[in-house]
């Protein structure tokens, strides 16, 4: 009967050890990809920032720059 306790004992910590480890990859992939995420987002919001500011410093330089060609003409 001993033998049979210490297998059974042997079998449900090894199933508990399987079970925490693989919580906690899974909890490491969701972080890992939650944080990926953000870091894509984020730079996908710098990317978006950097056009519209080199959009609107186009526009200042093509204003600033016509009127006089059109002072000369």
């Known amino acids: 009967m001993s033998i049979v306790v210490v297998v059974v004992v042997v079998v449900v ?8 480890v693989v919580v906690v990859l899974v ?12 870091v894509v987002a ?13 959009v609107i410093e186009i526009c200042q330089i093509q204003q600033t720059t016509e009127p006089a060609v059109q002072d000369v003409r």
């Open 27 to 38: 909890v490491v992939v969701v972080v890992v990809v939650v944080i990926v995420t953000v």
């Open 13 to 20: 910590v090894v199933v508990v050890v399987v079970v925490v």
């Open 42 to 54: 984020v730079a996908v919001v710098v990317a978006e920032l950097v056009v519209v500011a080199v």
